[in-house]
């Protein structure tokens, strides 16, 4: 797949199938519109393009209405290129994208940019300034343009439509595995590690404690998790299992909520490397124990926990 970030050193695609959208997750409720846009693309021969935006445009539009995002930049790069798309456009949203027309969306943007040979777009797809812009528009224009537009059936886009929002809710209740479902694949985090009080390695579980490479990105509910992770030192990159607390650790009146991962049978010096952390299970809600050794006692519960339960999945 070729990523474009430059839209003024884009290519002449070959006879484009686009699609557009911010594609938060690029999760099951996606899937239906971007198996649309490789039919297409395959009617004409040509190439399967999808345009999104970084920013999210509610960032721009009205920040305190911008939801935490699903996934980084980074994922979303690595989702469609899993999903076999041939190009993503990735557009800087800024305020003079944001006050586009509609019309002079389709003129100055999408065909002349472009120069589709079909638009893919979900049910009731809005576009250019205050959304004004509509199936209709894009089909008339199409006619004059020498396009064709395919909206996806109200029916089937319900059916498959798995809501960002639903998502989003689950990991804030902690049902990673809900999560996990709707998305078609492990939520993770990635982070780099950073230093703490370290007050783990005094209990015996020394963790890794997470500033996230993308401020944005949302942070599941508190609680214990199984984890994978993969550790990047360089160009080497190393699998591991372990447990992740996220949380305000109130068993030492802890003011800010911390991300923190313990990875089993392991004891490098980390500091300042990568973590990719992907979440399996959630075990237990974060708890406030009568002082240290009782959370030494439950940490060493978890540890015994989680092992179990790696081990079944790998008998």
Known sequence: MHVHFQLDQLPAFRSPAITIGTFDGVHGGHYAILELLKQEAARFEGETVVITFHPHPRRILNNLDAPALLTSLEERIERFQSLGIHHLVVVPFDPQFA?????????EFLVKLFRPKVIVIGYDHRF???RTGDYAMLEKMGTELDFEVKELDEQLLNASRISSTHIRHALLQGDILQANQLLGYPYELRGVVITGDKLGRTLGFPTANLSLVDSDKLIPGSGVYAV????????IVTHEIGMMNIGYRPTVNGKERRIEVHIFNFDDDIYGE???????????????????????????LDKLTISEFFNGLNP
């Open 228 to 235: 994978k992770i993969e550790l990047f030192r360089n160009t």
């Open 274 to 300: 990568i973590l990719k952390v992907t979440l399996i299970k959630y075990t237990r809600k974060e708890l406030k124990f009568s002082g240290l050794e009782a959370l030494k006692e439950q940490l060493k």
């Open 128 to 130: 250019g300034k205050d």
């Open 99 to 107: 006050e586009l027309t509609a019309q002079a969306y389709v003129h």
